[in-house]
């Protein structure tokens, strides 16, 4: 696993701790601005964890597939696909 995998998974596992944090700021009852602050947190991680797993498709898959020309097109669609959700 590179570095950059090694590091969303580690962004991701902490937005799943924050996520745990949330509900139960929930269930407790917390002041709804607190939660909310909670929740953009966790929405930065989870940005955070996206960027470098796509950081890391783009400078292995997509790169491997326009050396070799084996289904270039094809992984640059994808990426311009993730690239137009993100934008929404």
């Known amino acids: 696993m ?3 995998k090694k590091n969303a998974l580690q962004s991701l596992k902490t937005s799943k701790g924050q996520i745990e944090g949330i509900i139960k700021m929930i ?3 917390r002041y709804c601005v607190d939660i909310s602050n909670q929740i953009i947190a966790a929405q930065a991680l989870l940005k955070k964890a996206n960027k470098l797993i796509l ?3 783009m400078t292995h898959c ?3 597939a326009i050396k070799m020309e084996d289904h270039a097109e094809e992984k640059i669609e994808e990426v311009l ?5 993100l934008m929404k």
Request: glycine share 0%; hydrophobic share 25%; aromatic share 0%.
């Open 2 to 4: 590179n570095i950059d």
């Open 27 to 29: 269930e407790d009852e």
């Open 55 to 57: 950081k890391q498709h």
């Open 62 to 64: 997509v790169k491997d």
């Open 81 to 85: 696909n993730i690239l137009d959700k």
